[in-house]
């Protein structure tokens, strides 16, 4: 079992008075899906994630399964519904497979969630506990964009990290074989929203969950010959970083505006996850058959000229297709996959940072160039 201790929990006191100093990272991200068996498997074997717990019929639950995956302090439930008029197959209708829950662990749920309702937080699910004979888990829920989530999960009354009342490990899904993936923790999840609704969401999280704004890019700081969004970051101040993006006018449609109509409104653009040896990451998800964002090779000979005084192992970068950027703290190494869904919508990103803290803005016209490649070969330039 992975331990968990990336940080000392700084503790909240009884004086907290914005969710966001009851935070103590994040505890999973969950998808809703489809088909759940299928796209747990697809993680397990193109992304080395294993199965570590298992909810459905066998365990007592009716309507529903889930599988928990994890790689290093990276949890993934994976959640299927078992019938048409299920909020899960009415979610998976709409807007396709997606990321619904971003679920984090908490000193005090039913503390955040007040606190979260009365700063204004629309109320998904009140307060409530799970119990077995293990102990009980308290959880509550609160809306963000479209029909994103965030759970609050206390987990201090349920021993262990992984398992929730209801889940089985006995059930688990057998492991793929495959290279070592070594992916570490959740750097940051990113959101879309509308046109013109990026403050509004910026404001929820700094008014309502407490969370402060880590840095600002306009549309053109961010733009290609064709599209452009505008991107704000804001954070918790430890490890819950969240950027959200809008569309902004360009030439043809942003690629944010594709997202938006391909998943019928607002909702989280990629996850990226932090590794300590890109390199290793990266050839061992290509082995599984991860398919990444290819830039030209015009890229490499700008980017040696922007990190000339690094030692950096420039021809398996460039073999591998790792984009490099540097800020004034450091540098950071990075890739995007694919989209992984059906729909254009979701995609991962990979990242490995040394001291810088950015998020990459060095790099975006070469991402989005890339981007556009394919959003032209749907048709949706
Ligand atoms: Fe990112």
Request: proline fraction near 5%.
């Amino acid at each position: 079992m992975t331990t968990f201790a990336t940080r000392p929990a700084a503790p909240p006191t009884d004086t907290a008075r914005t969710p966001a100093q009851r935070l103590l990272g994040w505890d999973h991200i969950e998808l809703w899906v489809g088909n759940a068996r299928a796209t747990a498997g697809f993680l397990m074997s193109a992304f080395g994630f294993r199965s570590i717990a298992y909810a459905g019929p066998e365990t007592g639950r009716r309507d529903s399964v889930s599988h928990v995956l994890e790689q290093g302090n990276i949890r993934l439930v994976i959640t299927g519904g078992l019938s048409a008029d299920s909020p899960i197959t009415r979610h998976v209708a709409r807007h396709g497979d997606g990321v619904h829950d971003l679920a984090w662990r908490v000193d005090g749920a039913a503390t955040a969630y007040e606190l979260a309702t009365a700063r204004g937080a629309r109320t998904i699910r009140e307060p409530w506990v799970e119990r077995d004979d293990r102990g009980v888990l308290r959880l509550a829920t609160v809306g963000t964009y479209g029909e994103t989530q965030h759970t609050f999960v206390d987990r201090s009354d349920y021993p262990g990290r992984i398992l929730a009342p209801g889940y089985s490990a006995a059930d688990r899904l057998p492991e793929p074989v495959g290279p070592d993936v070594g992916l570490t923790h959740i750097d940051h999840v990113v959101g879309n929203v509308e046109k013109g609704q990026l403050a509004h969401w910026v404001e929820f999280y700094e008014q309502v969950m407490g969370f402060a704004q880590l840095t600002h890019f306009d549309a053109d700081q961010i733009s290609t010959q064709y599209s452009a969004l505008m991107s704000t970051v804001v954070w918790d101040g430890n490890d819950i970083v969240m950027p959200i993006n809008e569309p902004a006018d360009g030439l043809r449609k942003s690629q944010i505006q594709e997202y938006i109509e391909a998943y019928a409104g607002p909702g989280v653009q990629h996850v990226a996850l932090a590794t300590d040896d890109i390199v290793t990451t990266v050839q061992a998800l290509r082995e599984r058959g991860v398919r990444f964002m290819t830039v030209p090779e015009t890229y490499y000979a700008d980017a040696q000229r922007r990190l000339a005084d690094v030692d950096l192992p420039w021809a398996e970068l460039e073999r591998l297709n790792i984009l490099v950027d540097r800020d004034e703290r450091g540098y950071l190494l990075q890739i995007f996959t694919e989209t992984v869904m059906d729909r254009p919508t979701v995609f991962f990103e990979i990242i490995q940072r040394h001291g810088a803290t950015g998020f990459g803005e060095g790099n975006f016209k070469a991402l989005f160039e890339a981007i556009e490649r394919d959003q032209a070969r749907r048709g949706n330039l």
